[in-house]
């Protein structure tokens, strides 16, 4: 009856593949932010994540405030990042366009490329762990995979190790931390509709958003629920609000990109 899945290019794409069905409901209008839903109300944002980036505190001691500053020639041979096939990529990619534009997006992941300290590879916390490895100075990744490790045990981050990473949540003078969200919709072909929509209506209640977001070391979507203690570690910034829908249009031109500057 309901999709439930992590980024706004999929929801995007499930949209635009017919999945999904939009949705009349008071309580999700009322509850969502606008700017964490669909403008046909075809998915909504039950949680959201930022991606930032994360240093070895001891070999950087000027870390990239920004994102544009990851392509700066001064970090050639420290930045890690995964392959540009994972949506994580093509949507940060997609924000850099959508907020500085195709000439600029272009020349940012041509230096990112030049900068990379290895091949893209492997998931978010695989990142985390060159920083810990030392295979990498500079990484990027969402916030959740750091809060995890916090939170519990995570393979190849212990505690100790976790100490020497720091981390920059980029642009907060400027578009501010590119964010994300876990959402859903209802099924085009749901058989159970209503009861697919009280169960969204149900994830919107202060309750449900307190323990989803714990969860998933996220911060919640409904203002004014208390984020977990893992993910308060990160402390406060400030979130780029830039329109998701109109970021996630930019994924083939991001594509493009990735492919013309050898983004692996
Ligand atoms: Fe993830």
């Keep these: 009856d309901i999709l439930l899945t992590v980024d706004t290019s999929r929801l995007e794409r499930a949209k635009d593949a017919g999945v999904l069905q939009s949705v009349d409901s008071d309580v999700l209008e009322a509850r969502i932010p606008a700017s964490l839903q ?4 075809q998915w909504f944002g039950f949680s959201q994540r930022a991606r930032i980036i994360f240093y070895d505190k001891a070999d950087v001691p000027n ?6 500053d990851l392509a700066d020639p001064a970090y050639k ?7 540009s096939s994972n949506v994580y990529s093509q949507t940060l990619l997609s924000s850099i366009i959508e907020n500085h534009g195709e000439e600029a997006a272009k020349d940012w992941a041509k230096g990112v490329v030049e900068n990379f300290a290895r091949d893209p590879q492997g998931g978010d916390t695989d990142q985390l762990r ?15 995979y750091f809060a995890r490790s916090v939170r519990k045990d995570v393979d190849g981050l212990p505690a100790e190790a976790r100490a020497n990473i720091g981390w920059v949540f980029p642009a907060q003078n400027g578009e501010g931390a590119h964010m994300n969200l876990s959402g859903g919709g209802v099924a085009a072909n ?3 509709k209503e009861n697919a929509i009280k169960f969204m209506e149900y994830l919107a209640s202060d309750q449900a958003q307190q323990y989803f977001s714990a969860g998933n ?4 979507a409904v203002p004014g629920v208390a984020i977990s203690p893992s993910v308060a570690t990160l402390g406060l910034f400030r979130p780029d609000d830039v329109d998701l829908t109109k970021v996630a249009k930019n994924v083939p031109m991001a594509q493009k990109i990735f492919n013309e500057v050898g983004w692996k």
């Design 217 to 220: 070391d996220e911060y919640p």
């Design 130 to 144: 060159g920083l810990v490895s030392g295979e990498c100075d500079i990484s990027i990744s969402n916030t959740y």
């Design 38 to 41: 669909d403008a046909d109300n």
């Design 63 to 68: 870390p990239p405030a920004t994102y544009v």
């Design 190 to 192: 749901a058989p159970n």
């Design 77 to 83: 041979g420290q930045v890690c990042h995964r392959s």
